[in-house]
């Protein structure tokens, strides 16, 4: 199976059905989906399993964010530490609930 990344240095990609694309995170895609999604996005690249690297988002799940920390980092930090953390970016209509939902999560 293809692994794509989003060829980009910051933000991500959302592709629809609550699925994102970031910088240096290659998601495993089968072959036919790799190939509409390569012809679709000009921003996604196909990489070999083996050049797999570690998230690169800019915030650290491990670390606990307070409401003010959340909020100077920009949506695209905010949206990647929810997906990290295993939210759903579909389920916030505004910054102050995807901050709220961040912090559930985080406990």
């Known amino acids: 199976m293809p692994y794509l990344k989003y060829n980009k240095q910051k933000g991500a990609l ?3 059905g609550g ?3 970031y910088p240096n995170e290659p998601i495993e895609v089968s072959e036919d989906e790799a190939e509409a999604l390569l012809k679709r996005h000009s921003d996604l690249e196909e990489v070999k399993a083996d050049d797999k690297v570690t998230p690169a988002s800019g915030t650290d799940v491990t ?3 307070t409401k003010t920390q ?3 980092l920009t949506e695209d930090e905010q ?5 990290e ?3 759903n ?3 916030s209509n505004s910054e102050d609930e995807l ?3 961040i912090l559930k999560l985080q406990g």
């Not at 949206?79 to 997906?83: A, R, T």
Request: aromatic share 12%; charged share 30%.
């Open 14 to 16: 959302h592709i629809g």
């Open 19 to 21: 699925r994102f694309f």
């Open 63 to 65: 670390k606990k964010y």
């Open 70 to 72: 959340l909020k100077k």
């Open 79 to 83: 949206l990647s530490l929810l997906v």
């Open 85 to 87: 953390l295993g939210g």
């Open 89 to 91: 970016p579909e389920d």
């Open 99 to 101: 901050i709220e939902q």
